[in-house]
């Protein structure tokens, strides 16, 4: 009998550990694509991939319009590209008409090739272009105009370059109907103590392209940075402190 029961609780255990794991299973899997909105038009989504042996998140943006949804670069987890879609048709009831990257990294550009295949229109600098073509990546089907004013349907946003950061083609999104700036991986969370990835940045120039930022924008409601938390102000002081904290 005493060897029933401990077979018993045995059996329990192990049943009670399996739907332990099927549950942290599915909290993976619901963590990989997070959709926000800052306003009716404009979102924050955000995927996750494993970097350096931990997960780490890449917040990326898209603009309802009333001629479709603009998304600003890719998913960083490339198994989402499909689910991104689906999520805004779902929610939206408008498909995705243009999709636009900050620069030629694989959280930003690294879905043009699965974009391009579904007829979507990709747009890229020419410097990003000319990256991807030399590492041999998929490319943007068009090359941006920036400083440009872009008016699609009633939504508006204007891609500038200000300079080299972290990594030398580098742009930002800007959206003058509600002072939001998408800063992409030049700008860094207020919650990070770190610069990240800067084998391919531009340290002594990337300070000079925060200040222009700042010079250009003079009112921004808000600032989304390429990764961690983008909802706390002050990512563009937080991205300076860093930098000067590098230099010394």
């Known amino acids: 009998m005493i060897h029933t029961n401990l077979l018993q609780k045995d059996t329990l255990m192990k049943i009670n550990l399996l739907i332990v794991l099927l549950l942290l299973s599915f909290s993976v899997d619901a963590q990989k694509l997070d959709i926000v909105p800052i306003n009716k038009k404009l979102y924050v989504y955000t995927t996750y991939h494993e970097y350096q042996g931990e997960l780490v998140s890449a917040n990326s943006m898209y603009l309802v319009t009333t001629k479709g949804v603009i998304l600003f670069d890719t998913p960083w987890d490339q198994s989402q590209n499909q689910p ?3 999520a805004i048709e779902k929610k939206h009831h408008q498909k995705v008409i243009r999709v636009y990257a900050t620069h030629s990294h694989g959280d930003r550009a690294g879905g043009f090739g699965f974009f391009n295949a579904k007829g979507i229109p990709t747009y890229a600098s ?9 590492e041999k990546k998929p490319m943007a089907s068009n090359i941006i105009e920036t400083g440009k004013t872009v008016q699609i349907g009633d939504g508006l ?10 990594t030398k083609d580098n742009v930002v999104v ?3 109907q509600y002072k939001v700036l998408d800063g992409g991986c030049l700008v860094k969370s207020v919650e ?8 391919e940045a531009d340290l ?8 222009a930022i700042k010079n250009k924008y003079k009112k921004i409601n808000q600032v989304i940075a390429g990764h961690d938390d983008w909802k706390a102000h002050g ?3 937080k991205t300076l402190e860093l930098l000067k904290r590098n230099k010394n």
């Open 192 to 199: 990070t103590e770190g610069l990240g990835y800067i084998d």
């Open 235 to 237: 990512a563009l002081e």
């Open 126 to 134: 020419k410097q990003t272009n000319d990256i991807l073509k030399a």
């Open 204 to 211: 002594k120039a990337w300070p000079k392209t925060i200040l």
């Open 157 to 166: 946003f204007q891609v500038d370059y200000f300079g080299a950061g972290h």
């Open 84 to 86: 991104l879609l689906d």
């Open 174 to 176: 800007w959206f003058p």
